[in-house]
């Protein structure tokens, strides 16, 4: 252990104006709701991939996919462009974007339902908790890399 040493703290406190200059409170902000907005893409993504698409026979005039395209609220536009329209709700120290499918028997689907008669049930889907849980756990990693170049800035 070094006795009687000087240290010279110049260099750390232009490190910690550099990083407070380049990420202000504002850009924090847009940061996170950019995370949350890359998160709720990849979930709608997978979510859409997984939803079931109805077959019908061709004299029916019935058209499937509408539970699939319920996800972007009708619009045939990506996922990540339907996400990055979303809007991002703060909460203390929560930020939250709301993903439904309005179609009246997503919920059915989702999670099953009795047959007509009563007498049967039909199997849930579970397409959005599937990849709820998907994207929960790639969030760490997603979030890491985002972190890394968004500092990786800072320091150009």
């Not at 991002?88 to 009795?114: K, T």
Request: charged residues 25%; proline residues 3%.
């Amino acid at each position: 252990m070094a006795r009687n040493g000087s240290v010279n703290f110049r260099d750390l406190d232009r490190f910690r104006q550099q990083v407070e200059s380049s990420l202000g409170a504002n850009q924090v902000d847009q940061f996170i709701e950019s995370c949350a907005k890359e998160l709720a893409a990849r979930l709608l993504a997978k979510v859409i991939k997984r939803t079931p698409v109805g077959q019908y026979p061709k004299g029916s005039g019935k058209k499937g996919g509408t539970l699939r395209r319920g996800w972007t609220n009708g619009k045939s536009q990506a996922a990540s462009a339907y996400a990055g329209s979303l809007k991002v709700n703060h909460f203390g120290n929560v930020y939250v974007i709301e993903i439904i499918n309005p179609v009246e028997y997503a919920s059915y689907v989702e999670f099953g339902h009795r047959t007509r008669g009563g007498d049967g049930w039909v199997e849930g889907k579970f397409m959005l908790t599937i990849s709820e849980q998907e994207v929960e756990n790639d969030a760490p990693k997603v979030l890491e890399n985002k972190l890394k170049k968004k500092l990786g800035e800072c320091f150009k």
